[in-house]
């Protein structure tokens, strides 16, 4: 119980009742030497260390996941790598084809996983079962049926669809060089330029995060969150008897239907639905009612509008699905007091202040649109960064000081501020909340260097570094001495782990080329830019992994890797971005597809094979699609067809402007314009402080004990292009899922709570991709009232607090 404790007693994730009675076990002297006294107390606590020891602590980890393992089970058959490629070609073409999308559209894992099922099943049934012999090899067989489509096949497949679905980090870049408006550089429409950095960038961080799994992975507190509904939604769709029993529900019902029943239900409704707020009824997603009213009232529309306002106080903005999750989807996070509440209460502080900002003119806000992730100019206007380069794309001061300097709008200005405060906020967080799990997740990396070393089996040592019911499980895998066949139907005790060399390689590949990718085209930037970004991920990588691991929320290294590199390469653009892509990418390492292998006892190879190919796959098909993309007409500008107005591009293209060709010392150094936003980095260290000062004065505050610094300000971080509406509608969401139906019908929701999430979204993505490319591509319009409403007055054009004559600056 001690060592639980140290583990777990500031984990929000662990129960609060459960830490109290520990606490009070452990501080009570007379019950450890009078146990009979305290029979009952005792009892429990026994229980606790038994679910503990032999299980997860946690209980939806209980809930979902085996704590039995048999090897047995075939998991590399052709038909799991046959429907991972498909997978894996279809999240990513989707996925990019709308990544340009506001909002945004994508295929997630867990429609991949549903849609894979009736297939897996179809296959199982239909195909027969015969023997094949795998061309070049020693005579292996393969059978083409290899009997029922099981968990462990379903899983890889999920594995391979989840890598896949992440896109290239370097498309943003891209999309900044090619564009017209932007820097016009026509050589990155190089297909080989696009799919060698697309190649690095999508491989890098492979190599970290196979070094780093005994610290984000195997203990017990990194339950990844993100990956949790995946695990879940595969125990629904592979059942036991016991999990299909009927549950009682609301209002005294008796639910018996079956969860993929449920799912085709549920999804069918969202298909049909969907049509109404994206198509027939745009009013419904822009649901900014109370500007109707008024539609060219500045200070109401600020307040309240969605679109070109704060959207604060509308407590109805959208019955747009897709809008509703586009921040946290509420309905699968593992903690919502502890993700979607935090980061919706940071974005609304944030919002209040905005208005302070704006309405005082601070920074010459009032001439801009008050929500924009634009840079502009002293004119009002988009800056032309055009006329601050030379004939190389380099600064030039000259027509720098002849043009303008960068103004930004109210709310990306503060969330550059918040950008840096998140900073210093997560590695203060880690030091005062998780020393015991850093040194106890590097303590058992070292011990693993040295095991591996070891030529004998040393029980003991194994059992000492695996301390979790699942690393006992997976330890299995490290006892043969077998070669891993790429398909068997059959396997057993055959698949050993991954030796970091294999990780070690992948960086290196990676690497080599992402040199090429710059030394081979007129870039003017030097290739140390990609060893200096994976030496700026090796610094932060444990605490934005560990705060990741517990709380669902990715921190990037993207503004802070922007502030370093345009120190480095002030004014180069491309080579700031090239150092902020490195940066970036290698934090965002691939360890939720390792927890799910880790949960569900996949072989640790195949898993990697699987990452490793549809890695690959993701890379083709992505260059293959942007390619395409570049060339459609108005592509990110505001007269952009289907809504592809780039929102990420122009954050990027912002980004670019500020941080590469201006640099950073001219816009927050001693007499930069916005230098006192670098109080951001004091703030962070600060806030943390003293929210740990008074959960340390009241360590037994179960509200206290949910509030996350780090998640409030990951919050904050939403706001510009996308208002408080966009964040707002999880809320009630999140409160009817997971604290009424679940604190009151405990199996209703564990029933049926992952599977609504994932059909849902299912039903949106696929009925987005349905009037794409029919109603949509045609360009059929349905003009009326429910169609225009939602983009007349500040809605349609924002407004500002001050104008402009024609020729006049401020």
């Given at each position: 119980m001690k060592q639980v404790l140290a583990e777990h007693e500031n984990d929000p994730n662990f129960h609060h009742t459960t830490i109290q009675n520990i606490k009070a076990f452990l501080a009570n002297e007379d019950m450890m030497r009078n146990p009979d006294r305290y029979e009952q107390?005792?009892?429990?606590?026994?229980?606790?260390?038994?679910?503990?020891?032999?299980?997860?602590?946690y209980a939806e980890v209980r809930a979902n996941v085996d704590n039995h393992d048999d090897p047995s089970v075939p998991v590399s058959t052709i038909r799991a790598w046959t429907l991972g490629c498909l997978f894996s070609v279809l999240l990513s073409f989707v996925n990019q084809l709308f990544s340009i999308r506001q909002p945004y559209i994508r295929f997630d894992t867990n429609i991949a996983q549903l849609l894979s099922y009736p297939l897996g099943k179809c296959w199982e049934r239909w195909l027969p079962s015969y023997e094949m012999t795998i061309p070049f090899t020693k005579g292996a067989k393969v059978n083409l049926n290899p009997g029922p489509f099981n968990k462990k096949e379903h899983m890889l497949i999920a594995i391979m669809?989840?890598?896949?679905?992440?896109?290239?980090?370097?498309?943003?870049?891209i999309w900044t060089q090619v564009l017209p408006q932007y820097f016009n550089q026509q050589y990155a429409r190089s297909t080989g330029y696009i799919f060698l950095n697309a190649f690095a960038t999508n491989f890098i961080g492979y190599g970290l995060a196979g070094i780093m799994r005994n610290v984000l992975v195997r203990p017990s507190y990194c339950i990844w969150p993100t990956v949790f509904s995946t695990i879940a939604l595969n125990a629904a769709l592979h059942p036991s008897s016991e999990s299909e029993r009927c549950v009682r529900g609301p209002m005294g019902t008796t639910w018996s239907m079956s969860r993929y029943r449920f799912f085709l239900?549920?999804?069918?409704?969202?298909?049909?639905?969907?049509?109404?707020?994206?198509?027939?009824?745009?009013?419904?997603?822009?649901?900014?009612?109370?500007?109707?009213?008024?539609?060219?009232?500045?200070?109401?529309?600020i307040l309240t509008g969605m679109q070109n306002g704060l959207g604060l106080f509308n407590p109805l903005p959208t019955f747009d699905w897709n809008v509703i999750t586009y921040v946290i989807d509420p309905l699968f996070q593992m903690m919502p007091s502890f993700t979607t509440f935090n980061a919706v209460a940071g974005m609304f502080?944030?919002?209040?202040?905005?208005p302070f900002v704006w309405f005082t003119n601070t920074w010459n806000t009032g001439f801009l649109p008050i929500i924009s992730n634009h840079v502009h100019d002293h004119f009002g206007k988009i800056y032309n960064v055009s006329n601050t380069l030379d004939s190389r794309g380099m600064f030039d001061r000259d027509k720098y000081a002849q043009y303008s300097r960068p103004y930004l709008s109210a709310t990306r200005a503060l969330s550059y501020g918040w950008n840096f405060a998140i900073y210093t906020a997560i590695m203060t967080r880690v030091v005062l909340y998780h020393r015991p799990q850093m040194v106890m997740g590097f303590r058992s990396f070292f011990k693993n260097l040295r095991f591996r070393r070891k030529t004998t089996t040393d029980h003991e040592a194994k059992e000492?570094?695996?301390?979790?019911?699942?690393?006992?499980?997976?330890?299995?895998?490290?006892?043969?001495?077998?070669?891993?066949?790429?398909?068997?139907?059959?396997?057993?005790?055959?698949?050993?782990?991954?030796?970091?060399?294999?990780f070690f390689i992948i960086l290196a590949i990676s690497v080599v080329m992402g040199i090429l990718g710059i030394v081979l085209w007129p870039t003017y930037t030097s290739p140390a830019v990609v060893l200096y970004g994976i030496l700026l991920c090796l610094i932060f990588i444990v605490p934005i992994g560990v705060t990741a691991s517990m709380t669902g929320l990715e921190i990037t290294l993207n503004v802070l890797a922007e502030f370093i590199g345009g120190v480095i390469v002030e004014g180069n653009a491309l080579a700031m971005n090239f150092f902020k892509s490195y940066g970036h990418v290698t934090t965002k390492a691939p360890c939720p597809e390792l927890e799910a292998d880790h949960h569900r006892q996949l072989p640790p190879?195949?898993?990697?094979?699987?990452?490793?190919?549809?890695?690959?796959?993701?890379?083709?098909?992505?260059?293959g699609v942007f390619k395409f993309q570049i060339d459609i007409k108005d592509v990110c500008t505001p007269k952009a067809s289907m809504r592809f107005f780039c929102p990420g591009p122009n954050t990027f293209m912002t980004a670019s402007v500020l941080w590469g060709t201006i640099g950073p010392v001219k816009v927050f150094g001693k007499d930069g314009y916005y230098k006192w936003l670098l109080m951001g980095f004091p703030i962070g260290c600060i806030l943390v402080t003293l929210v740990w000062m008074l959960q340390r004065r009241w360590p037994d505050s179960r509200m206290l004990r949910q509030v996350n610094v780090v998640v409030a300000i990951a919050g904050s971080l939403s706001w510009a292009p996308y208002s408080f509406s966009y964040a707002w509608p999880a809320v009630p969401f999140a409160w009817f899922s997971w604290i009424y139906v679940r604190g009151r019908h405990l199996d209703f929701w564990s029933k049926y709570n992952y599977v609504l999430s994932a059909s849902l979204s299912a039903g949106v993505a696929i009925s987005a991709i349905v009037m794409l490319f029919t109603v949509q591509w045609a360009g059929i319009a349905v003009n009326w009232w429910g169609n225009t409403q939602p983009y007349k007055g500040c809605e349609?054009?924002?407004?500002?607090?001050?104008?402009?004559?024609?020729?006049e600056h401020f």
């Open positions: 107390a005792v009892d429990r606590i026994k229980l606790e260390a038994a679910l503990i020891t032999t299980n997860s602590p669809a989840n890598t896949s679905k992440s896109l290239p980090y370097t498309n943003f870049m239900y549920t999804f069918s409704a969202m298909f049909v639905y969907f049509w109404f707020p994206n198509y027939l009824f745009q009013a419904l997603s822009y649901f900014s009612w109370m500007t109707w009213i008024a539609p060219d009232n500045l200070k109401l529309n502080l944030t919002g209040l202040i905005v000492e570094q695996y301390s979790d019911v699942h690393s006992r499980l997976m330890s299995m895998y490290s006892e043969s001495e077998s070669r891993l066949h790429l398909v068997h139907p059959k396997p057993s005790l055959t698949d050993r782990v991954v030796p970091e060399w294999w190879r195949v898993t990697f094979m699987g990452q490793m190919l549809a890695t690959l796959i993701s890379t083709i098909v992505c260059t349609g054009s924002p407004c500002l607090l001050y104008y402009l004559a024609e020729g």
